[in-house]
């Protein structure tokens, strides 16, 4: 893995392939000491793992798909949750036949490689449990 600052508050990240995710942004982010930015990215993953939220159970609903898939979107943001930062992001996964999959990214492996920017915030967001919910949200 290997990033670059490439402006006061911006920086390109590349993650290679074999790194995982959410822990790797999630590293990077301690190292740098990111505590609050926005994520996006593109790529190739295997092995991942998105989810959906039920509101009725509070729980996520989990789905695997273990072959490589591209990458079409990563979105995400990186917000303080019990002061360490956390990584909360939905993909879209793509298969060869152009069939695509989204939701909640639960983890991935990185299959190719993945790119990534992170633009930092002015000020930290930290996350706080919401009981209506069931989710941790941003305390604003």
């Known amino acids: 893995m290997n990033g670059k600052k490439v402006s006061p508050k911006l920086w390109m ?3 290679d392939a074999g790194d995982k995710l959410p822990d790797s942004i999630i590293g990077f982010c301690r ?3 990111i505590k609050t930015a926005r994520v ?3 790529g190739a993953l295997r092995n991942v793992v998105l989810g959906f939220y039920s509101l009725e159970r509070k729980q996520y609903f989990q789905h695997e798909y273990p072959e490589h898939h591209e ?5 995400g ?3 303080l949750k019990e002061g ?3 990584l909360h992001a939905h993909a879209i996964i793509g298969k060869p036949n152009n069939a695509c999959f989204g939701g ?3 983890r991935g492996e990185v299959s190719a490689t993945l790119e990534v920017f992170i633009e930092e915030t002015e000020k930290p967001v930290e996350r706080k449990s919401e009981k209506k919910t069931g989710l941790h949200v941003w305390k604003v």
Do not use: A, D, M, S
């Not at 990458?71 to 979105?75: E, G, H």
């Open 77 to 79: 943001n990186v917000t």
């Open 13 to 15: 990240l590349r993650i």
């Open 104 to 106: 909640h990214l639960v």
């Open 84 to 86: 360490k930062p956390f």
């Open 40 to 42: 996006e990215g593109i």
């Open 31 to 33: 190292k740098n000491g």
């Open 71 to 75: 990458l079409l979107l990563l979105k």
